[in-house]
């Protein structure tokens, strides 16, 4: 049956009720604002004032609009004003205390058939629903902040939830605008339930000084195009709510990577809780501000360094996808390029392949005509590392196989001239290994681009136990010559970026292994929910299902955290053959080209 909800209740007018309160007016809905502070109260209307005179002022509502949603919008500061309301959503503070004090309460006020919902993304749904004398009227209703701009809307049923009011509540999500999806009772749901995780993850990185808090965040922003870093998401999150988030899913899961990394619990003891505080990972301006100001924790811009060694010619080792995008970056930089592979045809094949490449960067603006035959006539092919001989640093980006390199290695040790630097674009193996297997380790440094390197501004500069100083600071400078921004970590598994990404996408896997939610809603929840330029499925079998999994092993045998281990579903796809687009199936079917 339809269940009409033209009267909304919202309880507690802080930032996601007074936005959830935007939403349902600007929809069109009555709104009964209620919250027992008198400045909480002001606060939200003087906020959906602003909001609605901003949308004027951008042409997305006229005058008479505004005025009309804005009478919408009533606030009271008792629960008795809900009476008449067809669904009461609540937002209070994340405490089961004080949820179970607003349902008991309108139990005895709203009609029989009014719908309660819990926007809560740690507590339990049921467990609210069992303490309620209707528990079949209460679900979860997971807004996400900003709740005008964020697109999904998480719908929480409980084992006692009716089927009338999910689907009331489901289509209620499509007229808002917003993209419902269908997710059981466990803590996190969907897209809290694989973002906290990675958050926490971040935070005990940052806590072990595997990396500073401005690479971790540049990382993942340039290396995986998310929106904001962990450590800043932490900060807008909330340090407190993400301790509380983190809690609630690890009595759920005893999964330890969901069990709060310490620091959390040390700034939220010290009322360090982000931006809402005026600091947390970063120093803000004032409380409740988003501008960061440089603190004792930041990179010192006086800091004494080694300055690096002197590099004109540049020799890249390999011919696939990845070698040809740093040959061309190096060449477009205006460096010296020898291109190497295992035969004088495969490098001239790939330098053909770079020509390509620089002809469409001329035809989409972004490159001169010029510049292309500047930057085509400095790449040399050679069909042996032989012609590295006079090179001032190489880039191996040959075959992920720690075996194949060392033997390069070991080749380039006796090729290359004394002080050359030797570089690997390894992305999971230990580049220890790879030094060792020289007669001059304090040489060797990673280099890891991203793929499209063109494209891709990240590089992570890995340093191992035994690279000197200045070879460090050679790999910076060269990066930052070529418009690329290096981030600093150490020697083990996954580095920043794959070590935070990997486990996510693990994650995602026992969802579905465990049926508790589709490759769609979980794709969908965190693009909209989480502000991810790709769902998880699409981002794994984009980087092969075979890549993934070999990546998880390794992480696996470097942590030895149960947690890591490879998802069976993973393994199977893989031994069946289906490795994603590349072979036309992995987690979805894709037509043969």
């Given amino acids: 049956m339809d269940i009409p909800l033209p009267t909304i209740a919202v309880v507690g007018l802080g930032t996601m009720g007074t936005g959830i309160a935007e939403v349902l007016a600007r929809a069109g809905r009555e709104v009964i604002g209620i919250d027992i502070s008198d400045a909480a109260t002001a606060q939200a209307v003087a906020a959906l004032e602003a909001s609605t005179a901003r949308a004027v002022e951008r042409g997305r509502l006229t005058g008479e609009e505004r005025r009309t949603v804005l009478a919408r919008f009533r606030t009271f500061p008792d629960?008795?004003?809900?009476?008449?309301?067809?669904?009461?959503?609540?937002?209070?503070?994340?405490?089961?205390?004080?949820?179970?004090?607003v349902f008991r309460a309108l139990d005895e006020i709203v009609r029989p058939t009014a719908i309660l919902a819990t926007g809560t993304n740690a507590l339990s749904v049921t467990r609210l629903a069992a303490d309620s004398a209707h528990p079949e009227r209460v679900l979860g209703l997971h807004f996400f902040n900003p709740a005008p701009a964020m697109k999904l809307v998480e719908v929480v049923s409980s084992v006692l939830t009716s089927p009338a009011a999910v689907a009331a509540v489901t289509e209620l999500a499509r007229e808002l605008g917003k993209e419902p999806v269908a997710v059981g009772d466990r803590p996190g749901f969907v897209a809290d339930g694989l973002l906290f995780g990675y958050l926490n993850q971040a935070a005990a990185m940052y806590e072990a000084k595997y990396a500073s808090r401005e690479d971790i965040?540049?990382?993942?922003?340039?290396?995986?195009?998310?929106?904001?870093?962990?450590?800043?998401?932490?900060?807008?999150?909330?340090?407190?709510?993400?301790?509380?988030?983190?809690?609630?899913?690890?009595?759920?899961?005893?999964?330890?990577?969901h069990a709060p990394a310490p620091i959390l619990r040390q700034l939220s003891d010290a009322g360090l809780t982000g931006r809402k505080s005026g600091r947390g990972f970063y120093t803000y301006d004032a409380p409740g501000s988003g501008t960061v100001v440089p603190d004792a924790l930041g990179p010192s811009a006086g800091a004494a360094s080694v300055p690096g060694r002197p590099v004109r010619s540049v020799g890249v080792a390999g011919s696939g996808t990845m070698a040809m995008g740093i040959a061309e970056i190096f060449a477009t930089a205006g460096f010296d390029v020898v291109l190497a592979a295992r035969g004088t045809e495969k490098a001239e094949s790939a330098r053909a392949r770079v020509a390509k490449s620089l002809a469409r960067s001329v035809d989409k603006g972004r490159l001169t005509a010029e510049a292309r035959d500047g930057a085509l006539a400095r790449i040399v092919p050679a069909g042996s590392p032989d012609a590295f001989a006079d090179v001032d640093l190489v880039v191996e980006a040959v075959a992920e196989d720690l075996e194949i390199k060392q033997q390069l290695f070991g080749v380039l040790d006796k090729v290359c001239r004394p002080g050359a630097v030797l570089a690997t674009t390894t992305s999971s193996l230990p580049v220890i290994a790879c030094a060792r297997a020289t007669s001059r380790p304090a040489d060797v440094v990673g280099m890891h681009f991203f793929n499209p390197a063109p494209v891709m501004k990240l590089v992570e500069v890995v340093r191992t136990v035994l690279t000197a100083d200045d070879v460090h600071a050679t790999v910076r400078e060269l990066a930052t010559a070529v418009r690329k921004h290096p981030v600093d970590c150490a020697d083990r598994a996954g580095f920043i970026v794959n070590a935070l990404l990997f486990p996510y996408l693990n994650n995602a896997i026992k969802m579905v292994e465990e049926h508790y939610a589709t490759l769609d809603d979980i794709d969908a929840a965190m693009r909209l929910g989480g502000g991810y330029p790709m769902g998880p499925f699409e981002l794994l079998d984009v980087v092969g299902l075979d890549v993934s999994l070999a990546i998880e092993r390794v992480l696996h045998r470097e942590f030895r955290d149960p947690g890591l281990a490879p998802a069976p579903l993973l393994e199977h796809?893989?031994?069946?053959?289906?490795?994603?687009?590349?072979?036309?199936?992995?987690?979805?079917?894709?037509?043969?080209?």
């Fill in 79 to 101: 629960l008795r004003a809900a009476a008449q309301a067809g669904l009461v959503i609540e937002v209070v503070p994340e405490s089961y205390e004080t949820k179970q004090q």
């Fill in 573 to 593: 796809l893989v031994a069946a053959g289906c490795l994603g687009r590349k072979t036309g199936r992995g987690f979805r079917e894709y037509a043969k080209r």
């Fill in 217 to 257: 965040d540049a990382a993942m922003r340039l290396g995986c195009g998310l929106p904001m870093g962990p450590l800043a998401l932490l900060d807008l999150i909330g340090v407190d709510t993400a301790r509380t988030v983190l809690n609630a899913m690890y009595a759920a899961s005893h999964d330890r990577l």
